[in-house]
């Protein structure tokens, strides 16, 4: 098919195939909440949409290709979340690093109480047989943890008490190779501060992890809301312990329940 010449407007084809596109992913969305990723299956995508297994093929190329159209469709709903969510409270935040990781922790918590399949995809246990193409994934996955590095980039607190230094050295040591990563290009961040953020962030997923599948059963905080906050709060502290406490960000979870 011709595309479209740049700057005009798509044609009637390239409208019918955005349209027959979304209809597939939001088919595959109600797809992965009914079997799992690990079932998903393209003629019963085919099935729903009143559709041959034969003509689906002309829009993906199999599974896997819509396992990875809605992988980036959820990083991109989940980033565009945290993005929204640090534009509103960019006034209140004043370049405060822990405020600002507060909102993106509470929001991500919020997202995937709201969408546990999809969460469940990007963190959760790998689909057997698939692995994620990197050149369309990494861009996705990569914008939240891009957000959360405009927070630890420059802050240099001290070591936290109580800690083998040996341990923490040789732990920042093995982190050395992600410097090179362009997504750390230009930034202050010593491995030894890299390790620090990414034990925060894995703090705070685990947090979500574990109140999404009850790893702990259901009955583990009588009040949700009020222990995740502690939960961040801690991972905060290790983060930023030089900082002053986080102005409270509201959860904005009140109401808000995974589905079953």
Same mark, same amino acid.
């Given at each position: ?8 407007? /798509? ?40 559709? =041959? ?11 896997? &290709?819509? *396992?990875?159209?809605?992988? =980036? ?9 945290? %993005? ?7 006034? %209140? ?5 822990? @405020?600002? #990781?507060?909102?993106? !922790? ?9 969408? /546990? ?9 790998? $689909? ?8 369309? @994934? ?5 914008? $939240? ?6 927070? #630890?980039?420059? $802050? ?12 923490? %050295?040789?732990?920042? !040591?093995?982190?050395?190779? *992600?410097?090179?990563? /362009? *997504? ?18 894995? *703090? =705070?997923?685990? !947090? =979500? ?9 259901? &009955? ?7 222990? #995740?906050?502690?939960? $961040? %709060? ?5 983060? #930023?312990?030089?900082? @002053? ?5 509201? @959860? ?5 329940? !995974? &589905? /079953?």
């Amino acid at each position: 098919m011709r595309s479209a010449p740049a700057g005009s407007a /798509p044609g009637i084809r390239e409208r019918n195939r955005a349209a027959v596109e979304a209809e597939i992913l939001a088919v595959g969305k109600r797809q992965l909440a009914q079997v799992g990723a690990a079932a998903l299956s393209l003629r019963a995508v085919a099935r729903e949409l009143g559709m =041959v297994p034969s003509a689906l093929y002309r829009y993906v190329a199999g599974r896997d &290709d819509l *396992l990875t159209l809605l992988i =980036v469709a959820a990083y991109d709903d989940l980033a565009d979340a945290v %993005d929204a969510a640090l534009a509103g409270t960019a006034e %209140d935040r004043s370049g405060d690093p822990r @405020t600002g #990781f507060l909102t993106i !922790a509470t929001t991500a918590r919020r997202w995937a109480l709201a969408n /546990p399949h999809e969460y469940a995809l990007l963190f959760g246990s790998p $689909v057997p047989g698939y692995a994620a193409p990197a050149e369309r @994934t990494s861009g996705p996955g990569t914008r $939240v943890d891009a957000r959360l590095l405009e927070l #630890f980039d420059g $802050v240099a607190p001290p070591r936290l008490p109580g800690l083998d230094p040996a341990v923490q %050295d040789a732990g920042s !040591a093995s982190l050395a190779g *992600l410097l090179g990563d /362009p *997504l750390l290009a230009g930034r202050r961040l010593p491995p030894t501060e890299l390790l620090r953020g990414i034990t925060a962030w894995t *703090l =705070v997923l685990g !947090a =979500v992890s574990s109140e999404l599948f009850q790893h702990h059963g259901p &009955d583990l905080a009588a009040d949700p809301e009020a222990h #995740f906050a502690a939960v $961040v %709060d801690l991972a905060a502290a290790m983060a #930023f312990p030089s900082g @002053t406490p986080s102005t409270p960000v509201s @959860t904005g979870c009140e109401g808000v329940e !995974a &589905d /079953p």
